[in-house]
T-cell receptor
Framework: AQKITQTQPGMFVQEKEAVTLDCTYDTSDQSYGLFWYKQPSSGEMIFLIYQGSYDEQNATEGRYSLNFQKARKSANLVISASQLGDSAMYFCAMREGASGSARQLTFGSGTQLTVLP | KAGVTQTPRYLIKTRGQQVTLSCSPISGHRSVSWYQQTPGQGLQFLFEYFSETQRNKGNFPGRFSGRQFSNSRSEMNVSTLELGDSALYLC????????????????FGSGTRLTVV
């Protein structure tokens, strides 16, 4: 079974509007971390936001927020006020295990976001 | 401070050859992980090094190997290249084996794009 599922291969959003990118995950660990990365065409993976499994508040970083629903095992990324520069591939990723015990990220297949002027 | 530096940025090799890629982590970071990104398989974990020791390895054949030096710089080597090894190879560095910071400090480089012909 896939550990990280991103069901939206491509998304379009109008400039200045908000957009939600979906991510569901599967793990039996109680302690895990969820990440969102942005990958422009240049290839570099840019960290956007992180949510720990024990964090009670949804994470926010500027225009990015993470809608964390633990019971549903979902960690959707919300981008508010989209900008043309937000056009890129977005990856959801998970690190399983307690701090220090597991050190690899498992990535979803990504969502290609295009912001329209 | 300087980010994660990967060299070279682009590489073209012939089937059967071998290749060595380099990754210099952020100063002070002791953990280096490698990922392979292809259109078909997405992002896959190769291996992770900490203090010159390989701690974790993904499901790749033995043709893929790596090492880490005392200054935390890491190299990965692919021997007997196959066409399917064409990919973007990403390196990520992080601070410590015990990740106490919220986002666990995974910082990626811009990658090396390897083309095997």
């Amino acid at each position: 079974a896939q550990k990280i599922t991103q069901t939206q291969p491509g998304m379009f959003v109008q400039e200045k509007e908000a957009v939600t990118l979906d991510c569901t995950y599967d793990t039996s660990d109680q302690s895990y971390g969820l990440f969102w990365y942005k990958q422009p065409s240049s290839g570099e993976m840019i960290f956007l936001i992180y949510q720990g499994s024990y964090d009670e508040q949804n994470a926010t970083e500027g225009r990015y927020s993470l809608n964390f629903q633990k019971a549903r095992k979902s960690a959707n990324l919300v981008i508010s006020a989209s900008q043309l520069g937000d056009s890129a591939m977005y990856f959801c990723a998970m690190r399983e295990g307690a701090s220090g015990s597991a050190r690899q990220l498992t990535f979803g297949s990504g969502t290609q976001l295009t912001v329209l002027p | 401070k300087a980010g994660v530096t990967q060299t070279p940025r682009y590489l073209i090799k012939t089937r059967g050859q071998q290749v060595t890629l380099s990754c210099s982590p952020i100063s002070g970071h002791r953990s280096v992980s490698w990922y392979q990104q292809t259109p078909g398989q997405g992002l896959q974990f190769l291996f992770e090094y900490f203090s010159e020791t390989q701690r974790n390895k993904g499901n790749f054949p033995g043709r893929f190997s790596g090492r880490q030096f005392s200054n935390s710089r890491s190299e990965m080597n692919v021997s007997t290249l196959e066409l399917g090894d064409s990919a973007l190879y990403l390196c990520a560095s992080s601070f410590s084996s015990v990740q106490r910071t919220a986002n666990y400090g995974y910082t990626f480089g811009s990658g090396t794009r390897l083309t095997v012909v």
